[in-house]
């Protein structure tokens, strides 16, 4: 089966520092989320991106967030300046939503961040 | 704002038990629901529902989506120790397709 891939698997920083989180979404997907859990809480919606834009945010998303899609290929996360809250694991996940399309939603394997 | 909500929030049974994790949701422009399991990182799929009262079913595990009453059920029959683990559902939204999360169940299984 297509995976989403994500890298790196873990990421320690401190605070104050710049992270980027890096996924590879499917290759034919047209939707890409970026989702994070906080150890013992649920998955918290960050961002959707669609046609090279962002198409929702959620609160959490301020401006020390910023999402990337470089290439053809590489879809990026990246956080200004980490927050001790900022650690939690971190998927990045896509999905071919569309009209008559499979909904269905792949997750990466997740970047657990530990911002010191 | 939109939600979903998990019940219950844990559940510990033996071997062998039935088990149905309730999924209910306030989702605006409702497109479809998903049920995921997470054992140690990723969520992995399960099921998607579209439509009222067509029961998918996966081996041991069956799921029905109530469109009306706005809930969806996640059985599993005959538990085993390997069906431990957190059970999430999501609501997807037309339009931004965005899969909302509830908070999970978290399922162990005792031998």
């Known amino acids: 089966e297509p995976e989403v891939t994500q890298t790196p698997s873990h990421q320690v920083t401190q605070m104050g520092q710049e992270v980027i989180l890096r996924c590879v979404p499917i290759s034919n997907h047209l939707y890409f989320y970026w989702y994070r859990q906080i150890l013992g809480q649920k998955v918290e919606f960050l961002v959707s991106?669609?046609?090279?834009?962002?198409?929702?945010k959620s609160e959490i998303f301020d401006d020390q967030f910023s999402v990337e899609r470089p290439d053809g290929s590489n879809f990026t996360l990246k956080i200004r300046s980490t927050k001790l809250e900022d650690s939690a694991m971190y998927f990045c996940?896509?999905?071919?939503?569309?009209?008559?399309?499979?909904?269905?939603?792949?997750f990466g394997s997740g970047t657990q961040l530990s911002v010191l | 704002e939109d939600k979903v909500v998990q019940s219950p929030l844990s559940l510990v049974v033996h071997e062998g038990d039935t088990v149905t994790l309730n999924c209910s949701y306030e989702v605006t422009n409702f497109r479809s629901l998903l049920w995921y399991k997470q054992e140690k990182k990723a969520p992995t799929f399960l099921f998607m529902l579209t439509s009222s009262g067509i029961e998918k079913k996966s081996g041991r595990l069956s799921s029905i989506l109530d469109k009306k009453e706005l809930f969806s059920i996640l059985n599993i029959t005959a538990t085993q120790t390997g069906d431990s683990a957190i059970y999430l559902c999501?609501?997807?939204?037309?339009?931004?397709?965005?899969?909302?999360f509830g908070t999970g169940t978290r399922l162990k299984v005792l031998a």
């Open positions: 991106f669609y046609n090279n834009e962002i198409s929702e």
């Open positions: 999501a609501g997807l939204t037309s339009g931004t397709y965005k899969y909302i």
């Open positions: 996940a896509s999905s071919d939503s569309g009209f008559g399309s499979n909904e269905k939603l792949f």
